[in-house]
């Protein structure tokens, strides 16, 4: 009995934290640096990855940033260089990644997923 409880609570806290729609930055032609407030657009994913785009032509470049609705298998940027352009263009698949820095960043609630998740099962292994 206490192993069904365990796996139901699991399962539960599991699909609570999978089912969360990523938040990513959203923009076309973004001033660059790039500066994140509260008031910064984002835009919700829910099945596909953040995303950032980079393309310079005559020494200038336009950046935009969003979501592209197919889910990038890993974090990845590409590089590709067509007549005189060069495109840039990084996926990742955490909330808020595709801004300003490199990093990507965690979400709080994720972690706190993981917290629950973890205390769940160490309390009831000790039953």
């Known amino acids: 009995m206490t192993s069904s409880v365990i796996y139901i609570i699991l399962g539960s806290y599991i699909a609570v934290c999978t089912v969360l729609a990523l938040d990513c ?47 990038a298998e890993k974090e990845q940027c590409v590089r590709r260089e067509e007549a005189g352009s060069v495109t840039e263009t990084c996926y990742c698949n955490s909330d808020s990644c595709n801004g300003a820095t490199h990093k990507t960043m965690t979400s709080p609630i994720f972690v706190a997923c993981g917290v629950l998740i973890f205390t769940t099962f160490t309390f009831f292994t000790h039953l």
């Open 25 to 71: 930055y959203e923009c076309t032609a973004c001033v660059e640096p790039f500066e994140v407030n509260d008031d910064t657009p984002k835009t919700e994913c829910n099945d596909g990855s953040c995303i950032k785009i980079n393309v310079t032509l005559k020494n200038n470049v336009i950046v935009s940033r969003g979501c592209t609705p197919a889910k």
